[in-house]
């Protein structure tokens, strides 16, 4: 069955470093979007990313963040000076319209700022 | 603003019981539904889904019911099992786009052995 597999699983970080998050989507999908999900919490929409451009984004996806689809496999989520509260596990997902399945969630990277 | 939410945080059911799990939406605009099923240390796994053309879609042994009516949604487990236990997610969307899908705040479902 197809996946999303995302990298690192769990990357440590010390405060104000930058980070990159990868992931590669399912290879006929064509929406690719990053979550978040702190402690305990629910699951939260970063950003949606749609013919090589963002096509929304939360409140919480400020400047600090950005992404890309360098090729036609990986799709990066880059917080350029993390916080302490970046602190997270962040899942990466894609869908193909049409196909009734939801969206395919990856594993997720445990992101620690320290 | 749209939201969705969950009526219990918790439940816990004896093995071979059924389960119940239910969930409230805000936004009348939503017309796809998906439910996904958290397990320690994983991404969300998807389960079922329904479109709000339908008020009853059926799975191996689950089942989800939409109440337009009332903005409610449930699933249900047959005959819950221990590996049932996880994290319950709804979330939804509009069909016509897909921007995102928002979740609630998750149902932790734990079976008694």
């Known amino acids: 069955e197809p996946e999303v597999t995302q990298t690192p699983s769990h990357q440590v970080t010390q405060m104000g470093q930058e980070v990159i998050l990868r992931c590669v989507p399912i290879s006929n999908h064509l929406y690719f979007y990053w979550y978040r999900q702190i402690l305990g919490q629910k699951v939260e929409f970063l950003v949606s990313?749609?013919?090589?451009?963002?096509?929304?984004k939360s409140e919480i996806f400020d400047d600090q963040f950005s992404v890309e689809r360098p090729d036609g496999s990986n799709f990066t989520l880059k917080i350029r000076s993390t916080k302490l509260e970046d602190s997270a596990m962040y899942f990466c997902?894609?869908?193909?319209?049409?196909?009734?399945?939801?969206?395919?969630f990856g594993s997720g990277t445990r992101l620690t700022v320290v | 603003g749209e939201s969705v939410g969950l009526h219990l945080p918790t439940l816990s059911v004896q093995e071979g019981d059924n389960s119940i799990i239910n969930c409230a939406y805000s936004n009348s605009a939503s017309d796809y539904f998906i439910w996904y099923k958290q397990e320690s240390g994983k991404g969300p796994q998807f389960i079922i889904d329904i479109r709000s053309n339908m008020d009853k879609r059926q799975g191996q042994r689950v089942t989800v019911l939409l109440n337009k009516t009332v903005k409610h949604l449930s699933l249900q487990i047959a005959a819950t099992q221990p590996g049932d236990s996880a994290v319950y997610f709804c979330a939804e969307n509009r069909v016509a786009s897909y921007d995102k899908v928002i979740f609630g705040p998750g149902t932790s479902l734990s079976v008694i052995p």
């Open positions: 997902a894609s869908s193909h319209p049409g196909q009734g399945d939801g969206y395919t």
């Open positions: 990313f749609y013919n090589n451009e963002i096509s929304e």
